[in-house]
């Protein structure tokens, strides 16, 4: 089986249920999240397209400064949602986060969510709302709502990584960051994690 579909099958459910029940343990690494400045979007592009463009771009990436660039235009489409009052929504959640009003932000969030259920970064920037308060299982929920739409998201497989080290699942931590690594090679902290995982989990070469 695609390791793509262990997350979305079986396999998630027994994580799920083990994160509700495991103690939080220290973050080895920080959720990624979009860059503050973006570049625009032009209205009316093809975004599936384009992104399966800047993929294709971020994998061929020859230097950091080239990756970085791509994976700004990649959050730029990610964080289009299409409608007006989705953006609102959205400036009033970064606002909430910023106030350590947690609470608002996911109820902010479950209204975009409500509005445009196809938008992306609401389910993703939910996830990680959830994963500060230490609510994995609805974490990892939101992680598979955004995996079954973008299996590429980067951010969010980055997430799902950090909470099953953070659970002490490194097996399954170690198996999402090279998936991660597939789809965006130069990724910051991951190849390092992949390393230091790697070491602990399969030993070292003889």
Excluded: C
Excluded at 15 to 39: G, I, M, N, R, S
Excluded at 66 to 83: D, N
Excluded at 169 to 198: C, F, G, H, M, N
């Amino acid at each position: 089986m695609p390791m793509r579909r262990r997350f979305l099958a079986a396999p998630f459910a027994l994580l799920l249920a083990f994160a509700f029940a495991a103690p939080a343990l220290a973050a080895p690494h920080k959720w990624v999240e979009p860059p503050k400045k973006l570049p625009h979007v032009q209205r009316g592009v093809d975004h599936t397209k384009n992104l399966n463009f800047l993929f294709g771009a971020l994998q061929a990436a020859p230097d950091d400064e080239t990756a970085r660039a791509v994976e700004s235009r990649i959050w730029a489409l990610w964080m289009v949602s299409g409608s007006d009052t989705a953006n609102l929504l959205m400036t009033r959640v970064h606002s909430a986060v910023e106030d350590k009003d947690l609470d608002l932000a996911i109820k902010l969030l479950t209204s975009v969510i409500k509005i445009r259920p196809k938008y992306v970064e609401a389910w993703n920037r939910r996830a990680t709302i959830y994963y500060m308060r230490k609510d994995y299982g609805r974490a990892m929920a939101d992680i598979w709502q955004v995996l079954k739409r973008e299996p590429r998201h980067f951010g969010a497989l980055s997430g799902l990584g950090l909470i099953l080290q953070d659970i002490g699942d490194d097996k399954q931590a170690l198996e999402v960051y090279r998936r991660t690594l597939k789809i965006y090679p130069r990724i910051e902290k991951i190849p390092d994690l992949v390393k230091e995982l790697s070491t602990k989990v399969e030993g070292r070469d003889i």
